[in-house]
């Protein structure tokens, strides 16, 4: 089957750096997304890794580990606007739709 | 401008009723899905479809039925035979199923009386 493990909730402070980590277990892999939907609305895309490494965009990276089955998603200068949860997902086993975590819910303060 | 649209954005009903939620989509993708969020949850699969005239049960399909006579359309019906029905319904498309980027429309949050 597959498995997908995030933190419930994370609290931080304008200005600072955090990681929100991602455990998956799942047969045939193939990539790992992240997703930010803020209260009430739609997830929007973030990002999509199928290679290990660090990708980075702007204020943002996702860093990849497939033989540890580890994601991780970095957000830096926190800003109150990043307040919202942060889904992780992946293929399902016929690689025809997403499966997504529980979310983390990240709240910034001043 | 293309975009995934759902209506309404709030929905009432009675217990016991069918009500069908609309998707429509305008970015020509193959790909449709729709899942269900309670609160405090990530997003449960309900059904998707990889190309019109075509769809399959996700891992909540119980109680749902959907249709796909268009591209554009993918409506969800929530029967009677749903036991929980009141959540935010979200609905969304993809270029291809399962491992491209997905759209989201706004949702629909409905709530049984």
């Known amino acids: 089957g597959q498995n997908i493990d995030q933190p419930t909730e994370m609290t931080a402070t304008e200005g600072a750096i955090v990681q929100i980590n991602c455990t998956y277990q799942?047969?045939?892999?193939?990539?790992l997304f992240w997703y930010q939907q803020h209260a009430g609305e739609a997830p929007t895309f973030l990002s999509y890794?199928?290679?290990?490494g660090l990708e980075e965009k702007g204020r943002f990276s996702s860093f990849l580990s497939r033989s540890k089955g580890y994601s991780y998603l970095l957000l830096k200068e926190l800003q109150m606007k990043d307040s919202a949860s942060y889904l992780c997902?992946?293929?399902?086993?016929?690689?025809?739709?997403?499966?997504f975590g529980k979310g983390t819910t990240l709240s910034v303060s001043s | 401008d293309g975009g995934i649209t759902q209506s309404p954005k709030y929905l009432f009903r009675k217990e016991g009723q069918n009500v069908t939620l609309s998707c429509e989509q305008n970015?020509?993708?193959?790909?449709m899905y729709w899942y269900r969020q309670d609160p405090g949850q990530g997003l449960r699969l309900i059904y998707y479809?990889?190309?019109?005239?075509?769809?399959q049960k996700g891992d909540i399909a119980e109680g749902y039925s959907v249709s796909r006579e268009k591209k554009e359309s993918f409506p969800l019906t929530v029967t009677s035979a749903q036991k929980n029905p009141t959540a935010f319904y979200l609905c969304?498309?993809?270029?291809?199923?399962?491992?491209?980027?997905?759209?989201f429309g706004p949702g629909t949050r409905l709530t049984v009386l």
């Open positions: 970015l020509n993708h193959d790909a």
């Open positions: 479809s990889q190309i019109v005239n075509d769809f």
């Open positions: 799942t047969s045939g892999f193939n990539g």
């Open positions: 969304a498309s993809s270029i291809l199923a399962g491992r491209d980027e997905q759209f």
């Open positions: 997902a992946v293929p399902n086993q016929a690689g025809t739709a997403l499966i």
């Open positions: 890794n199928v290679l290990d």
